[in-house]
């Protein structure tokens, strides 16, 4: 649901190896110049993640002229393993994106651009695209792979674990961490519901509601039943190991070993552009999409994390391939 850090190498003897490692280095595959290329593409990707570079290859594999535009920060660059992504599983997400990235390339048909979409704007045939480096492009049709950003609490030492051992998905991780002593940050109905889904994975288990509980009694009594233990503490701070949770510190001073702990977090879109072009969103926060991953502007697409809670590689993976599929088809047909 993270990757190795994209700090810069300080040595320079170790640069090129270091850029060989980094899921989104564009230097050793950048096809794309900003002195002399054309500024019109068939399709541009906003995005060069898993979902963006799905969507590239079916693209480029239809000949359609293809630009992806990323920054290189994507939500899980902390992660230190993906998994539940067959043939992949256990890589590093930056061993999945480097080959991804360096297999897209091979097409002649797609260009990078290393730089951030911050503005869209309707024209006659399209969309034009403004970066911040400075640059103006014009498509036909526009991809969102932008994924989201998740709101994290106030709480020393949470975002330094976050996707290493602080963790949104037992299906990414669970496995990993099964039969751990494993914390929920949560309450109420979402904590509840949760917990019974974890529960799978362990028998040792606490629910952190950092202040006063609200389950219901029945709720209790049913957690008290499967041995779900709740701590209402307010919470001071993580204890952590390179990210590697150790123990819970309280405010009252107290404290609590853990192992892991997954806390349902709360997320905003991470890229405003489909809101502001009047892309509609759903009542939980993703883009409205159709079964082609069109959003409710014509063509506008949306695809992997922005628009499904299904928050996996896999899931990102098999979405952009069937929009890139999708969207050829539609442009070639148009174009007969």
């Known amino acids: ?102 297999q897209v390339s091979n097409y002649d048909s797609v260009s990078f651009l290393n730089d951030t979409a911050i503005n869209a704007e309707r024209t006659l045939n399209g969309f034009k695209i403004h970066v911040a480096g400075g640059e ?18 106030p709480i020393k030492g949470f975002s330094e674990c976050w996707g290493i051992s602080v963790l949104h998905c037992p299906y990414c991780h669970g496995y990993e961490i099964r039969n751990k002593r494993t914390g929920i940050f949560g309450n109420g109905v979402t904590g509840f519901e949760f917990a019974k889904l974890i529960s799978n994975w362990t028998n040792d288990l606490t629910i952190f509601t950092n202040g006063d509980s609200s389950f219901t009694t029945d709720q209790k009594n049913k957690l008290h039943t499967h041995h779900i233990k709740i701590i209402e503490n307010k919470i001071e701070r993580l204890d952590h190991s390179n990210g590697y949770v150790n123990r819970i510190l309280f405010k009252d001073g107290s404290v609590l070993p853990i192992d892991a702990i997954y806390a349902p977090s709360p997320f905003e879109q991470h890229c405003k552009i489909p809101e502001a072009l009047g892309c509609e969103l759903t009542d939980e926060g993703y883009i409205k999409t159709d079964q082609f991953h069109e959003t409710t502007i014509k063509d506008v697409f949306a695809i992997g994390d922005n628009a499904t809670k299904t928050r996996t590689v896999a899931n990102a993976v098999a979405m952009g391939t069937h929009a890139g599929m999708t969207l050829s088809k539609k442009m070639i047909i148009e174009e007969f």
Do not use: C, W
């Not at 979902?51 to 902390?78: C, F, H, V, Y």
């Not at 103006?136 to 609490?153: M, Q």
């Open 1 to 102: 649901m993270a990757s190795l850090s994209r700090r810069e190498f300080i040595q320079l003897g170790g640069k090129a190896v270091a850029f060989s490692l980094l899921p989104y280095s564009p230097s050793p595959i950048l096809k794309y110049n900003s002195m002399t290329d054309n500024k019109y593409f068939d399709v541009i990707i906003i995005g060069g993640s898993y979902a963006g570079l799905a969507a590239a290859m079916s693209l480029g594999r239809a000949l359609i002229k293809t630009l992806i535009i990323d920054n290189g920060n994507p939500s899980n660059r902390q992660t230190p393993h993906s998994h539940n992504f067959l043939t992949n599983d256990g890589k590093t997400p930056a061993e999945i994106a480097t080959l991804a990235k360096r």
């Open 136 to 153: 103006n492009f014009e498509t036909k049709k526009l991809i969102f792979a932008t994924g989201i950003k998740d709101t994290l609490p």
